[in-house]
């Protein structure tokens, strides 16, 4: 599992972000992370028009951190 890692932030109201975490199959890779990250922004970002995604990233998951 890879936890993609999305700072998104109301468009409404730009000072008002938070963190989304969105885990995935990669094959544990990172880098397939990184390929595979733009589609699910795009689908995540269709589902929550009233977000703006601002920064985004891949990482493994916290190891305390319930999926």
């Known amino acids: 599992?890879?936890?993609l890692v999305l700072t998104v932030c109301l468009a409404a109201n730009p000072s008002h972000?938070?963190?989304?975490h969105l885990y995935?199959?990669?094959h544990g890779s990172l880098?397939?992370?990184m390929v595979l990250a733009p589609a699910e922004m795009a689908?995540?970002?269709g589902e929550h028009p009233t977000?703006?995604?601002v920064r985004w990233k891949c990482a493994f998951p916290?190891?305390?951190r319930a999926i």
């Open 1 to 3: 599992m890879v936890d």
């Open 17 to 20: 972000c938070r963190d989304e």
């Open 24 to 26: 995935f199959e990669s």
């Open 31 to 33: 880098m397939q992370c």
């Open 43 to 45: 689908k995540w970002s």
């Open 51 to 53: 977000f703006k995604i």
């Open 62 to 64: 916290d190891k305390g």
